[in-house]
């Protein structure tokens, strides 16, 4: 057994507590390089694991109305679906003397095109279920 300093007060905490005994803080779990930890309820997963079994938060790389979205529903829902009506609808009214609305609608519906691809980039993240 060793002692640590806590991260945030400085006091000799075991480097096998939880957490600070003078301020509360929570200590930093040393883990396996094929490890991560829940955000939310502290639990060592799997680096693959997409549900936490101790709190159900979920991981996901959008989330709509409570529903946590994962690859492929992030592609149809935020970059396939947007982008057809959004071609659709805004070259229909450009050609139809409505440029500038048929520009405007584009670039709202691009919106969640540009929001999807950057999640796909940077990866999952998680989700507390609700």
């Not at 991560?36 to 159900?56: G, I, K, M, Q, Y």
């Not at 396939?80 to 048929?102: A, Q, Y």
Request: with cysteine; proline share 6%.
């Amino acid at each position: 057994m060793a002692l640590v300093k806590c991260e945030d007060c400085g006091h000799d905490v075991s480097d096998r507590a939880q957490s600070c005994p003078k301020c509360g803080a929570p200590m930093p779990k040393i883990l396996k390089e094929d490890e991560t930890e829940c955000p939310f309820c502290r639990t060592t997963l799997h680096v693959d694991a997409l549900v936490c079994p101790s709190c159900d938060a979920r991981k996901g790389y959008t989330t709509a109305k409570g529903r946590i979205y994962g690859k492929a529903a992030t592609i149809f829902w935020g970059i396939i679906l947007p982008g057809f009506f959004g071609l659709l609808w805004g070259v229909g009214l450009m050609t139809s003397n409505h440029f500038i609305g048929g520009l405007v609608l584009m670039v709202i519906f691009s919106i969640p095109i540009v929001l999807s691809v950057y999640r796909l980039k940077t990866g999952p993240v998680w989700y507390k279920a609700e």
